[in-house]
Nanobody, 124 residues
Framework: QVQLVESGGGLVQAGDSLRLSCAAS????????MGWFRQAPGKEREFVGV????????SYADSVKGRFTISRDNAKNTVFLQMNSLKPEDTAVYYC?????????????????WGQGTQVTVSS
């Protein structure tokens, strides 16, 4: 059973940067497809990006492409979400999720394990 714990959220101003971390226990993250999602108040959970376990290839939602970067530190069993040029519309609770296998989905119900989420608030 994989357990995921996110950290690094906070309150920042528009244009600032934040780096979120997702630490895993009970499994090796390099064996999983790791996704980041976010959910703003009153909205559905939204796909942000994904990193493959086998190749470290990444894919991102159009809304964050060029601003957000996902990376992994296998020695620490941790995945990161580097967020630059933050906008007020990036305000949400951010979740990491793990999926067995190598086929990626943007649908949240395709992921097997979830963290508890970390709040990111971007003021204008």
């Amino acid at each position: 059973q994989v357990q995921l714990v996110e950290s690094g959220g906070g309150l920042v101003q528009a244009g600032d940067s934040l780096r979120l971390s997702c630490a895993a226990s009970g499994g090796t993250l390099s064996s999983y497809l790791m996704g980041w999602f976010r959910q703003a108040p009153g909205k559905e959970r939204e796909f942000v990006g994904v990193i493959w376990g086998s190749s470290d290839g990444t894919s991102y939602a159009d809304s964050v492409k060029g601003r957000f970067t996902i990376s992994r530190d296998n020695a620490k069993n941790t995945v990161f979400l580097q967020m630059n040029s933050l906008k007020p519309e990036d305000t949400a609770v951010y979740y990491c999720a793990a999926r067995r296998g190598s086929v990626y989905y943007t649908r949240s119900d395709k992921y097997d394990y979830w963290g508890q989420g970390t709040q990111v608030t971007v003021s204008s």
